[in-house]
């Protein structure tokens, strides 16, 4: 499979990208974008094909879940089972942002994408490219690292296609990220805690959730 690479603005991404993009996702295909963390790649969650094709790309083991980003609460609200305050009060303090916040799945999201845990990672992102494909799209999207498990995450357009060209379809090549990643959040058990730290603190969400 040859990987096409195509440069556009981050932030104000062309509309051919754009469609190329989605006609691509559409078709059960994968592709990498920049984010207003680090490089991903997206797919559709509800085609097996697709998210098999994720799996395959980074070298992923099967058990493990991918995340998914959402264009806002609302589309969050319809993936959840029974969103709690806590998620309400991380997603409207944090979103558009930094922040994966993990939460029990509904029946809409397929088994597969959750590693079978029925956990469901969500996050809302900031960058115009993510944004602008999750508009037209009209669905939340998977977006996970690009990298191949294990390795560090791509920071540019050029180091993704480097290390995927051959196993996704497309680089949106944005130039360079800056920044630390995303902070992952876990508010499925009792007491919440944070599996990752990174450009939110735990410090601030304690905040958030400090009478929760």
């Not at 998977?142 to 920071?155: D, F, M």
């Not at 990752?196 to 969400?205: D, P, Q, W």
């Amino acid at each position: 499979m040859a990987t096409d690479l195509i440069e556009t603005d981050p932030q104000d991404p062309s509309a051919a990208a754009i469609d190329r993009a989605a006609g691509i996702l559409r078709r059960g295909g994968v592709v990498a974008i920049p984010t207003d963390t680090l490089y991903a790649l997206v797919c559709d969650p509800l085609s097996l094909k697709a998210v098999g094709r994720i799996f395959g790309a980074k070298g992923r083991e099967a058990n493990k879940a991918l995340p998914m980003m959402v264009d806002g609460v609302i589309m969050a609200e319809e993936l959840a089972k029974e969103p709690s305050a806590r998620f309400f009060r991380l997603a409207r303090r944090f979103w558009p942002g930094p922040l994966t916040i993990i939460t029990a799945g509904n029946a809409k999201v397929p088994m597969k994408v959750t590693g079978n845990s029925g956990r469901l990672a969500m996050r809302q992102p900031k960058a115009a490219i993510p944004m602008a494909l999750l508009e037209k799209m009209g669905q939340p999207l998977i977006s996970t690292s690009a990298n191949l498990s294990g390795q560090p995450t791509c920071k540019s357009g050029i180091e993704v296609f480097g290390v995927m060209d051959g196993r996704v379809d497309l680089v949106l090549d944005g130039g360079l990220c800056h920044g630390p990643g995303a902070t992952t959040i876990d508010i499925t058990e009792p007491y919440w805690r944070v599996i990752k730290e990174g450009a939110i603190s735990e410090r601030e969400i304690a905040e958030i959730l400090k009478d929760t």
